[in-house]
């Protein structure tokens, strides 16, 4: 595959195709399944809001229903009381006017109290003692309130004393005697009697308010569960509604999903909605778990709100394979979108790379073939080469121009070599001038110079030691050593020719790139005996010269003498 350019390209455009599609299914499917979850949390806090507004609505509805139930009760007990207030008054100001004894009126109202019974309420009285004056029940007449408290703890005999008690009344939930439970819970109305030292109570059970406040909030959670089971959450998901207690208000079909109410969690072992009050107390509400459903089983993504004033759990439940489906089919999609990308891409880059290499190909064969082509003959083929810069207006047809406009040089070139050759040739040839192309230890080539001076030829030339038998064995090893150096300057040197004769000679060496060497050489023999002839002159003159300044110094002595001798005679 590497070794065409068609392969590369094909191969590198894959890798790239490759790698794109891989970051792209790698960043879909890391952010996507992200802002899906993201998404499916929002979407379940959103039903987890809506859930919460509906129970809360509920709750509003329930809240103020208790509230006017209790006000409307509270009033009905006020008014018991009221009219019991009225009648003792009356019996009060009945005594006055009569002059009857108050013991006696007293016990007009307390029979007037007996012989009375009120559907809203039952009455009873106790005096400043704590001691039940009127109850209708005779076991409790004449015991005492020491241990009748109100829900908050405090002394109803005390706090409701007929001395300390305001003139409108008071209210109180209390527990009467030492009975707590729901049975003895009473709510009342209490107003004083100050005049008697009395204090006058209607009450009724609260079991009866809750009774109907139990039959509201049933009716509240009939109208929740037809709500709920309109909203849809996904294909599968669901909505669970339980209390503390674990009491299953709502769920989904048994037949989707386990019996939340009994149904335990294999991971921790516990049921699962005590795992599902535990979730709630964290900050992020969430809890996930393996649910062993019909076919398999499947993780689940739960959200979870509560309810505080009902104490009740809403769950939102959906399967982390649904939340991670969009993803899957995004990411599913987009690999059938990428692979049918890279198919068509590299189809058309094996179309648009075979249109390139197949021009490229043949300009390859032909700069393959350039050293067997012969520039120098006429019938070179230029075909091949001149349709393609026509055909392609692109890079291989600026190539191919190249080439051609190469092919053109290059012929010129060529032809120009020749010439040059031919000059070269003629001036080796013709120059009276040694030239010979060596490479140790032979000879290649001489010169026809060098081979009139030496007396050989060319199939002579071509044997192996030609150097050897040029040279004095005492000279061989020091002119190889000197033509390998290929110093600068000439160096004289003694050769032998074919027919005996020792010549002397000048040579020059340049060493070449390629280890090979040329030397240049001049046959000095003529020079050498000039030299000598001129030597040997110079010689004779240097004596003859020598003679006559000898001769001049001794007539310039003599002249000397002569002249003192008659310097002499003429002083005599």
């Known amino acids: 595959m590497f070794s065409s350019l068609k392969g590369k390209i094909i191969f590198f455009i894959s890798l790239i195709l490759v790698i794109t599609a891989a970051s792209i299914l790698f960043v879909t499917d890391r952010h996507a399944g992200h802002a899906l979850m993201a998404a499916e949390e929002s979407s379940a806090k959103n039903v987890l809001e809506l859930v919460n507004l509906n129970i809360q609505g509920g709750f509003s509805k329930l809240l103020a229903e208790k509230k006017d139930l209790v006000a409307g009760l509270k009033a009905q007990l006020k008014d018991v009381s009221s009219t019991c207030l009225s009648v003792f008054d009356e019996y009060e100001n009945f005594c006055r006017k009569i002059d009857i004894p108050r013991q006696e009126a007293q016990q007009r109202s ?157 991971r921790t072992g516990k049921p699962i909605l005590h795992d599902f009050m535990q979730a709630a107390r964290h900050e992020g509400k969430r809890f996930r778990y393996i649910e062993a459903g019909p076919e398999n089983p499947r993780e689940i993504e739960t959200y979870i709100a509560h309810f505080k004033p009902f104490d009740w759990f809403v769950v939102i439940g959906l399967p982390v394979s649904e939340i991670q489906a969009p993803a899957r089919a995004l990411v599913t999609k987009q690999s059938l979108i990428i692979a049918a990308i890279f198919i068509c891409s590299l189809l058309a880059a094996s179309l648009l790379v075979s249109g390139t290499s197949r021009p490229l190909k043949k300009l390859a064969s032909y700069a393959k073939d350039i050293p067997l082509i012969d520039f120098s003959s006429a019938d070179e083929d230029e075909h091949i080469l001149s349709e393609l810069p026509i055909k392609y207006r692109d890079e291989v047809g600026r190539l191919a121009a190249a080439f051609v406009s190469m092919r053109s040089d290059l012929k010129k070139n060529v032809y120009k070599l020749i010439n040059q050759q031919e000059i070269l040739q003629k001036i080796i040839d013709n120059i009276p001038v040694m030239i010979a192309f060596f490479k140790p230890p032979d000879v290649i080539f001489f010169n026809r110079e060098a081979l009139e001076v030496i007396g050989i030829s060319n199939k002579a030339l071509r044997s192996t030691g030609v150097m050897k038998k040029c040279y004095l064995n005492l000279e061989y090893r020091q002119v190889w050593e000197y033509m390998k150096e290929a110093p600068p300057g000439w160096k004289e040197m003694r050769m032998v020719v074919r027919d005996g004769r020792e010549i002397e000679t000048s040579w020059t060496n340049i060493r070449l790139l390629d280890g090979s060497y040329v030397g240049i050489g001049i046959d000095i023999s003529e020079r050498k005996q000039t030299v000598k002839k001129i030597q040997g002159y110079v010689e004779k003159l240097e004596s003859r010269n020598k003679q006559l300044a000898r001769l001049s110094s001794e007539l310039t002595m003599a002249e000397h003498r002569e002249r003192r001798r008659l310097a002499e005679l003429i002083h005599d």
């Open 110 to 266: 307390i029979q007037w109290a007996a012989s009375n019974r009120f559907r809203e309420a039952t009455l009873f009285v106790f005096d400043t003692d704590a001691k039940v004056i009127h109850h209708p029940n005779s076991d409790i007449r004449g015991t005492t309130l020491s241990s009748c408290k109100d829900i908050k703890g405090r002394n109803i005999a005390d706090v409701m004393h007929a001395q300390k008690l305001l003139p409108s009344g008071e209210s109180a939930v209390f527990f009467w005697g030492d009975d707590k439970k729901a049975s003895g819970k009473k709510f009342g109305y209490f107003i004083p009697y100050p005049q008697w030292g009395w204090t006058i109570c209607a009450f009724t059970d609260v079991s009866d308010v809750e009774d109907q406040i139990r039959k509201k909030l049933d009716d509240i959670v009939d109208v929740l569960k037809k709500t709920f089971q309109k909203i849809k959450i996904g294909k599968s998901g669901f909505l669970l509604l339980f209390d503390r207690k674990g009491e299953v208000l709502f769920q989904p079909s048994v037949k989707d999903h386990p019996d939340y109410a009994v149904w335990e969690n294999p």
